[in-house]
């Protein structure tokens, strides 16, 4: 695909689907071993503007670009798009991506570093907002007062209204940075000690404050927020990043039924699915949609037994068979999970779900490492519950 053909050529209706059944359980298909670095923030610091939970790292989309793509300029999906990983990296390697997530927050995430201004033309900009400025009190106040400073609370009310106007890409790019910024356990942050990645309950951070004999303290947002883009643009994109970017889609579909786009159009699926009964990604990111302006709930699921989870990861590949072109690869990567006294190995498990489609199974990689700091925040112990490695299972459309 050149770049004089525009990614939104494939935007369509979809036909028929095939369906066959190729499964092989054979053991000499999984291949254990470390594919990819353990270590933190190896790769461009763009990835890590702003944290999501239950993300994987980039290493994990490269190393299966490079395995499974035989040329540049494919269109690699990611059908459960979390914070953008699998598109941008796919943009820093020579490809063009499509993200999408039921969850809108996702998307502007991913969507507002599709075009990243340069750190000089972020900073005149910056500098240029009034946040002072006295805004009108909300009925959701109080509640935030247990985060933040009243005059904290006020600039950042300010920067929100300024969003609602400005939709250019130094905004956008501002106020990613500021949703990374909104709470944390550090001077970085606006907010006074509360838990970084995700948002938790207003009642709860009371109990907090209480707790650790604290209040909040005024912390101007302006500073924070720059001395953070300076950090994340330390190291220059490659001079290709936007030839790629301008020309991603970003949807907010289900995984179901990506209806958008057409029958054979992608050359590459790498993603991962939200993990059974572990994670509610609307709940933990409560005060982002709040910063944002997001009216409407999203439709996300949470699976609450194995047989609903299968059930819905058996659509999301016959769909995924569907957009796939003939031949190319499917990697999802899942986690095993304690259920009760039962450990459960989700890697087996989507092996059937493709039973129906016309994805033959090829093989599994396992990625053995440590649990990070993140993950032991989540209270998720080793052989205990929540994933123990990546589990990635590629599956090849035969149709």
């Not at 028929?16 to 499964?23: A, Q, S, V, Y």
């Not at 594919?35 to 990835?47: A, K, N, V, Y």
């Not at 459960?80 to 990296?89: A, L, P, V, W, Y």
């Not at 699921?301 to 194995?306: D, G, Q």
């Amino acid at each position: 695909m050149s770049l004089c053909t525009d990614i939104y050529s494939i935007v369509e209706g979809k036909t028929g689907r095939m369906n066959r059944n190729n499964l092989s359980l054979k053991d000499n298909k999984t291949e254990v071993g470390e594919f990819w670095t353990s270590m933190q923030r190896q790769s461009h610091p763009i990835h890590y503007v702003v944290s999501y939970r239950a993300s994987f790292k980039p290493e994990l989309p490269s190393f299966f670009m490079n395995k499974y793509l035989n040329k540049k300029k494919s269109i690699v999906l990611d059908p459960f798009g979390g914070r953008g990983t699998t598109c941008i990296q796919a943009n820093l390697e020579g490809h063009f991506g499509i993200h999408n997530d039921i969850n809108p927050v996702s998307n502007f995430l991913a969507e507002s570093r599709k075009n990243i201004p340069s750190i000089s033309d972020l900073e005149k900009t910056l500098n240029k907002l009034n946040l002072k400025t006295k805004t009108t009190e909300e009925s959701n106040d109080e509640d935030m007062l247990h985060f933040f400073h009243k005059d904290t609370l006020n600039e950042i009310k300010n920067l929100k209204k300024i969003f609602i106007k400005d939709n250019s890409p130094e905004i956008k790019y501002i106020i990613l940075t500021a949703l990374s910024r909104l709470h944390g356990h550090s001077p970085g942050f606006f907010s006074v000690y509360t838990f970084p990645q995700i948002s938790i309950e207003p009642k709860s951070q009371e109990k907090n404050n209480i707790k650790r004999n604290q209040k909040p303290e005024y912390r101007e947002v302006k500073p924070r927020i720059y001395s953070k883009m300076k950090r994340d643009l330390s190291k220059p994109l490659p001079p290709f990043y936007h030839e790629f970017s301008a020309n991603n889609l970003y949807l907010n579909q289900s995984a179901t039924n990506i209806s958008l786009l057409k029958d054979s159009s992608v050359d590459l699926i790498i993603t991962s699915p939200p993990f059974l009964d572990k994670v509610d990604y609307a709940k933990d990111n409560w005060m982002r949609k709040w910063f944002l302006g997001l009216q409407e709930e999203p439709r996300i699921s949470i699976f609450k037994n194995l047989s609903e989870w299968n059930k819905f990861i058996s659509d999301v590949f016959k769909e995924s068979s569907r957009v796939l072109k003939k031949n190319s690869y499917i990697v999802m990567e899942v986690g095993e999970v304690q259920k009760g006294n039962n450990q459960i190995s989700l890697e087996k498990e989507i092996i059937q779900n493709a039973k129906d489609t016309s994805l033959y199974w090829k093989k599994t990689y396992i990625n053995s490492q440590k649990f990070t700091k993140l993950s032991n925040c989540w209270k998720v112990d080793n052989n205990l519950k929540g994933t123990n490695s990546n589990r990635c299972v590629v599956f090849q459309n035969i149709k």
